[in-house]
């Protein structure tokens, strides 16, 4: 989750950020739910900047115009569209960032009125370090120094930046200069030693995912050739091989590991709860794949662009970390963290991006939000009653996932996990059972979730083609959306997917632990993303890459290829249901699951017709 600066009316800062996560902690038979971060008070520091603060860089970003943004928009719908005949014929890195580079003399002229900040050119943007008294010359902005309760220290821009007037027609904006960095603690996670009274609740294991999502090790395993990976922000980088290697035995997967990493290394005094869950889920789910940590010190802009420049990333990415669409550019009183713009620039600019991203063939995908329809920023819609989408959730080049859990009861048979034969878990571990829409909705089923499915429709980016007919079909169920003028209904609409989001079984500093939301929905279609890559490389096809076009057009062959979710909404938010307005379930796609959970054979299946359909067409 980013950080997110905002007053408490006492002279202190304090950070909030949104998140597809919610912890529960049981201890005997209490229950406290924790469903936000514990996050660290910023206070200015007294005296000022010391000679070591004026003497220790900050690294910034300076996002300039992209050239043919037209062209890139072409190759992308042409390389993702299944029926094209370009399908899967993916750029590399390179030859993304030569078709998109600023002109060579803009860039220059830019880094020459930034001087003396050392700046490394990434194409159309460039990733710049100066000390405290350079910046204060280059920019026009005073820098001071505040401290947390953590004992951290930042030292960050206390006034507005002004960007230079020779290049500000060439720069789109400037980030990395005026937001606190968010440091997140967390409880230690326990399993409850009691079931609260309600025989209805159970256990999400990775034999939970296969069953109820139809995944058969008899018709797609993974490979290591094929890769996917979780995104990790904010200081949450403390994944644990240990907690991996104990997950894989406890559920009878085996060895599970980690593979790669990308960003800043291991964190032992990092959170671990967001990053376990994450890298435990999607090795668990997309078993025999290559498994990927990419940690990002940034926010979005910087999170895509590192994906794009990197000489080598994972197919597929999970992205359990999200933000209301309008604050994107909230920061220090008079200041915002991408100067130069507003929302809608950032997200614009941040949307075509991940547009690269999918040129190079990675699927990125992002958990919807715990918040329903509402989201964070007003969880009992006391001072506006509007939809508050979630970016990047929201983006039209990304496939956001929502979240489910079960309702009624609940099957526990083909259950083989080790851990499900008793010991830990005090809980039954579920096999399969109908799912609704994940809401702390008490209406909602006898299993108590933590959470409500994030889902609605941007404000800021337009409906893409490859939804227009599913979303048409849901805008047309008057009773199952709210009025009009509470949401932008010419918007992108997500989620796409979504999966289960409650009661996940994670292994936490080798405690078991309890976990829900929409960021361990998000992993677990990762995993299943990349055993789509892994059986499409048995068949000597690529990788799905962009995943939108395919996951529609899907849809469109074979309905029976999603399990439909009929029951629920969002209008809750994970603090209640205060709020009276939000978007239902429905038959078909809908903006609280989706086009629904996986059933993966069948899809599998489809995928391979669709396949099949295009190269037989290529021969004639």
């Not at 063939?361 to 329809?373: F, I, N, R």
């Amino acid at each position: 989750a980013e950080q997110r600066p905002i007053s408490d009316m006492t002279g202190k800062w304090r950070t909030t950020g949104e998140m597809g996560l919610d912890v529960v902690l049981w201890v005997a038979t209490m229950t406290v739910a924790v469903n936000a971060r514990t996050m660290p008070e910023w206070t200015p520091c007294a005296g000022g900047l010391t000679q070591q603060d004026l003497a220790t860089p900050i690294d910034f970003t300076v996002a300039l115009h992209p050239s043919n943004t037209n062209e890139l928009d072409r190759i992308l719908l042409a390389v993702s569209n299944p029926e094209s005949s370009q399908y899967g014929h993916y750029l590399t890195s390179d030859e993304v960032v030569r078709l998109t580079a600023t002109p060579f003399k803009t860039v220059v002229r830019v880094q020459a009125a930034l001087s003396p900040a050392v700046c490394r050119n990434r194409g159309d943007s460039l990733r710049c370090t100066a000390t405290p008294t350079d910046l204060t010359a280059v920019f026009s902005a005073q820098f001071a120094p505040f401290v947390n309760t953590d004992g951290g220290r930042s030292v960050v821009a206390a006034a507005p930046l002004v960007v230079p007037s020779s290049i500000a027609p060439d720069v789109v904006f400037v980030s990395g200069l005026t937001e606190l960095p968010w440091t997140p603690t967390r409880p230690a996670v326990v399993f409850p030693q009691s079931t609260e009274g309600s025989a209805q609740e159970v256990v999400v294991v990775p034999d939970s995912i296969r069953l109820t999502y139809n995944i058969s090790e008899s018709e797609v395993v993974g490979t290591k050739a094929t890769s996917q990976g979780v995104a990790e922000f904010g200081g949450a980088n403390n994944e644990l091989q240990t907690d991996l290697t104990s997950f894989g035995a406890a559920t009878g997967l085996g060895n599970l590991s980690i593979d790669q990493r990308f960003g800043p290394p291991n964190d032992p005094q990092a959170d671990l709860t967001e990053a376990s869950l994450d890298i435990q889920y999607i090795a668990a789910t997309g078993r025999g794949n290559t498994n990927w940590v990419w940690n990002s010190q940034d926010w979005m802009f910087e999170f895509a662009t590192s994906l794009v420049v990197a000489a080598d990333r994972p197919g597929v990415v999970s992205v359990s970390y999200a933000w209301s669409e309008s604050e994107q550019c909230h920061g220090l009183p008079g200041a915002v963290n991408c100067t130069g713009t507003d929302n809608a620039g950032y997200i614009n600019r941040t949307n075509f991006e991940f547009q690269k991203v999918g040129v190079l063939g990675t699927t990125v995908l992002v958990a919807s939000g715990d918040s329903g329809a509402h989201g964070r920023t007003d969880k009992m819609c006391l001072f506006n009653p509007k939809m508050h989408p979630n970016f990047p959730a929201a983006s039209p080049f990304v496939t956001a996932v929502g979240g489910t859990q079960y309702s009624g009861p609940v099957s526990t048979d083909g259950i083989t996990s080790p851990i499900c034969q008793g010991g830990k878990l005090t809980m039954p571990c579920a096999g399969s059972g109908v799912e609704v829409t994940a809401s702390t909705d008490p209406k909602c089923g006898k299993q108590k979730s933590r959470i409500t499915s994030g889902g609605g429709f941007s404000e800021y980016s337009a409906q893409p083609p490859w939804q227009k007919e599913a979303v048409a079909a849901y805008l047309a169920q008057s009773a199952a959306i709210p009025p009009a003028k509470l949401f932008n209904a010419a918007g992108r609409g997500y989620p796409d997917i979504s999966a289960l989001a409650h009661s996940y079984y994670v292994e936490l500093n080798g405690k078991a632990g309890y976990v829900d939301g929409t960021s361990a929905a998000t992993p677990v279609i990762g995993g299943i993303v990349g055993l789509i890559n892994a059986h499409r490389a048995s068949k000597g096809r690529p990788a799905v890459g962009f995943f939108n076009p395919l996951l529609y057009k899907v849809y469109s062959a074979d309905p029976t290829a999603f399990n439909d979710i009929t029951q629920g909404s969002n209008s809750c938010t994970e603090s209640g249901c205060s709020c009276k307005e939000g978007f239902s379930a429905t038959k078909g796609w809908d903006a609280a699951t989706g086009l629904g959970s996986p059933n993966v054979g069948r899809m599998l299946a489809a995928i391979d017709t669709i396949d099949e359909a295009r190269e037989n067409l290529a021969k004639q």
